[in-house]
């Protein structure tokens, strides 16, 4: 899918786009042209309408006054609304090891009292960590509500938890959603 930017003669306005088509952006968005910003699909990001509302966010807060952090792709959730869901966030074990890190998988099946209450068959779930610091990189989850249960580790992977502070710090609701 190719970025619909032809109209805009963005080489008029000395916007910088990337072989494909999309436009080329920094950390806070700004594109090669002093004083535009882009965000969404065109920037060739992965394509989430939460991903764009993100940029969008991070680029207004730059534009108005300048004090924006940079944008930070590496706890994105992801899912695909198959029945059950199939959400993930972060790396695969094959994507970890592209980028160098030395890391380990953990893949349950799901088998929580709560999928047999709803008659659920089939679903797993995957952590990949990093064998050493046993830092969680990647969550794969094929669930019912997979969507919900990456959202939380979002956060818990932004602060870095570990195999053992993403479980240890607080209790679960009951009958568990997950693993
Ligand atoms: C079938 C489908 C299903 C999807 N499902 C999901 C999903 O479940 N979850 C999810 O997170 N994401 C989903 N996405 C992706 C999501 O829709 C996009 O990532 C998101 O809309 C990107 O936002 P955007 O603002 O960059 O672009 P858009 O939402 O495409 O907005 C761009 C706007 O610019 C306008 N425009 C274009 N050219 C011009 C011009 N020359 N002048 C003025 N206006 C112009 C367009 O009309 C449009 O309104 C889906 C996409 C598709 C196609």
Redesign the pocket.
């Known amino acids: 899918m190719l970025p ?1 930017v032809v ?2 003669a963005l080489e008029r306005a000395h916007v910088a786009t990337s072989d494909d088509g999309y436009v080329e952006v920094d950390e806070r968005l700004r594109t090669s042209a002093e004083g535009i910003w882009a ?4 920037t060739g990001k992965p ?6 509302r993100y940029q ?1 966010r991070i680029s207004i807060k730059d534009m108005l006054d300048g004090g924006a952090p940079a944008a930070d792709y590496s706890a994105l959730p992801t ?1 695909i ?1 198959t029945d059950p869901e199939l959400a993930a966030i972060g790396v695969s074990e094959r994507e970890a090891e592209e980028q160098g890190l030395d890391v380990e998988a953990a893949t349950h099946e799901l088998k929580t009292t709560r999928a047999r209450y709803k008659n659920v068959r089939h679903g797993l779930f995957k952590l990949v960590y990093e064998r050493d610091s046993r830092r969680l990189v990647g969550l794969h989850v094929l669930a019912p509500s997979a969507s919900e249960i990456v959202a939380g580790y979002a956060v818990a992977m932004k602060l870095g938890a570990t195999w053992t502070t993403s479980r240890a710090p607080t209790t679960r609701t009951q009958p568990l959603a997950k693993a």
């Open positions: 619909n109209q805009l965000a969404g699909d065109v394509k989430f309408t939460p991903l764009a969008a899912v609304f």
